[in-house]
């Protein structure tokens, strides 16, 4: 274990280590742990871990947690993680990448300090319009580690961990991006439900985010979760992540997870983005609204002052409604049930 004072100076761990040094861009650096693991701390927040043995580098792995500053479960997760591999609890046989996605906002407690960091992927931190964000250059540092990492990836997973701001229906659901011409695997499936997943909504249209990212940039396996509610650092209960954290942990480890009940998993699909049409721009629904409410045909849903959005036929379901979005931002999503039960 002496070689975690070399990577995280006199702090206890990754997370505090991070924490500590939120606002600096710290240089990177590389150490050789007791069990052969090299650990190299790209850049603040962002830990690469490779085994020795070659067959399990083949196999890469990039769990992100942070990218919205005050979703805290998941970061603690993932702390627990590179405590256990570090302290060789967890043997690791795969080319793992663990990323804090946004650290000053994490020390504030704040989603982000300037900009939603986890619309300005695809290089959008590059366009005009949105470079001037804080959070800009921290786009394009952790596009630059995952590009470095991803290089001569055979098969890239990537889960990027959320939780959401308001109640959801289902505690637990993953967004699965779109890329043209893919359907979600089985296997895929089955190992979202296993960890703990109940619903699972398949996107429409490329978009700026990070697992749209590494899905449409390096054909990842990539999926978005959101995995309950919002706490502060630890006032949050782990154990409704133990689903999940048994399934990375078997992930990691290359090994076949403990056998657990899982139920299937609704699937949805987008069937309209709102966006912020304008400043007269209306939520017609309640703005806290769970996440997966049902809203029956001829519910209106939003208006501006020439148009306005109208539930048709089936019904459909409403995630992440947030009308104080800035002009042009999505204010929610609309779905479709799939698979009903
Ligand atoms: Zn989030």
Known sequence: MHNQTELFDHYRDFLSHTLAHANCDLPAISTVQDNGIVAERVSTGILRLTP?????????VVLSSGVHGDETA???LCNALVN?????????CCDALFIFGNPPAMTQGLRHIDFNLNRLFCGKYRQESYREHVESPRAAIIEKAVSDFAKDAEKLFHLDLHTAIRGSVYEQ??????????????????WLEQAGIQAIVLQNKPASTFSAWTAQTF????????LGSIGPFGKNDLTRLNALRLQLEAYLSNRIPPACEASAARLFSVCHEIIRTSDNFELCVDKASANFTEFPDGSLIWKDSNQQYQVEGDSQYLIFPNPVVPVGQRAGLMLKLINPA
């Open 52 to 60: 020795t043995d070659k067959q399990c580098q083949k196999r890469k």
């Open 74 to 76: 998941p970061i603690e």
């Open 84 to 92: 256990g591999i570090l302290s060789q609890q967890i043997p690791l």
């Open 173 to 190: 659901f993953a967004l699965y991006p779109y890329v043209e011409d893919r359907v979600l695997a089985q296997t895929q499936k089955q």
């Open 219 to 226: 054909n990842a396996e990539s999926f978005t979760l959101e």
